[in-house]
């Protein structure tokens, strides 16, 4: 199976602690809002190796890994 990073945009607060832990340079912030006026993170997926660095530096849990496909 592989997995992709999903990203819950309506919890991102632009803090920028997850493009600080990408080993991959797979994240940035984006161009569009959330409700709460934050510019919510972006993922490469072709860059993203799903490590779980971003899981891991983010406080208000904006990630999560999920298995697709085969």
Known sequence: MKEKLI???DR???CGLCILACQKD?????K???PAGYMYITVDH?????CGMCY???PDYV???EEVGA
């Open 7 to 9: 990203v819950n945009s």
């Open 12 to 14: 991102c607060k632009s």
């Open 26 to 30: 797979a994240l940035s912030i984006g």
């Open 32 to 34: 569009e809002a959330n």
């Open 46 to 50: 072709e860059k993203c190796v799903c």
């Open 56 to 58: 891991t530096a983010c």
């Open 63 to 65: 990630f999560t890994i």
